[in-house]
């Protein structure tokens, strides 16, 4: 009985903290996400796999072997990084990819969903 108390007063003193401070925690999320997104590029070597651009802006995780079904809790964004960097998946499933070098990798392997996109030479 006692630690339902102690919980629901830290919950009370956590709200009351955050309505008074309504910005830091979206600036801790963000500070968090650059984080660990800056974390999992060093890991797959901070450029590009195919063509070795390094501009942070542009690079995207992409999976080698597209299966959304083995990663369909965490289809990309920072739930898969922290995955990634959990271990929940092998490092080996995954590589660093311009934005270029991505859409040309997703029009030629026909992983767009559509075939809307040709690869036409």
């Known amino acids: 009985m006692g630690s339902y108390a102690t919980r629901e007063a830290s919950r009370a003193a956590y709200n009351r903290w955050y309505q008074a401070h309504p910005t830091a925690n979206a ?28 501009d942070h802006r542009a690079l995207q995780v ?14 990309g964004g920072v739930g898969l990084y922290r995955a990634i960097l959990r271990g929940d998946y092998p490092l080996s499933d995954f590589q660093l990819l311009c934005a270029n070098c991505n859409w040309i990798k997703r029009v030629e392997n026909e992983e767009h969903g559509g075939n809307e996109f040709k690869y036409v030479n």
């Open 27 to 54: 600036e801790r999320n963000k500070r968090d996400r650059v984080r660990v997104k800056q974390e999992l590029f060093v890991l797959l070597g901070n450029v590009c796999s195919k063509c070795g651009y390094a």
């Open 62 to 75: 992409d999976h080698i072997h597209a299966n959304p079904v083995r990663t369909k809790w965490h289809r």
